[in-house]
């Protein structure tokens, strides 16, 4: 793998948050199901665990959080492509790190409103493979 792989992975994902994080709440499934395969796979923290296909990962998460947290947007600061050495560089991993920001509104995992600025930290890492990601492993601390 070269460069601009790494590159057009990156990129891939990049389309993806840009898409998602500007779609409004009835369209987050879709727009998941446009930027990943058929067979998408998510990994959450706990209580989210994991789910299959974009209609239980926005049910699951995102649709709650948004609910909770209004106007959210994700401040990265850490964002960079690699192949996974552990299956010999046979797939190709985004990872983003940062906060997801947002006006803690409503209530959320039994945790009262504050309706104030909250930050969540997170780390989420994308299986890409021909310009669409496979899998993700999402981890949210408050």
């Known amino acids: 793998m070269n460069t601009n792989d790494l590159q057009q992975a990156k990129k891939t994902v990049r389309e ?4 998602f994080d500007a779609a409004p709440a009835s369209d987050l499934a879709q727009i998941l199901a446009d930027h990943t395969a058929p067979d998408y796979f998510w990994r959450g923290m706990h209580p989210f665990h994991e789910q299959q296909g974009a209609e239980a990962v926005v049910s699951a998460f995102w ?13 990265e600061d850490v964002f960079l492509a690699g192949r996974n050495f552990i299956d010999e560089g046979d797939t190709t991993w985004v990872v983003g ?14 945790i009262p409103a504050t309706r104030k600025m909250a930050f969540l930290r997170y780390a989420e890492f994308h299986r890409v493979e021909n310009c669409k990601v496979l899998s993700q492993l999402f981890s949210a601390m408050h």
């Open 16 to 19: 993806f948050h840009a898409a």
């Open 97 to 110: 790190m940062g906060n997801m920001m947002g006006l803690f509104d409503n209530d959320w995992l039994g």
């Open 63 to 75: 649709a709650p959080l948004r609910r909770s947290f209004t106007s959210l947007q994700r401040r």
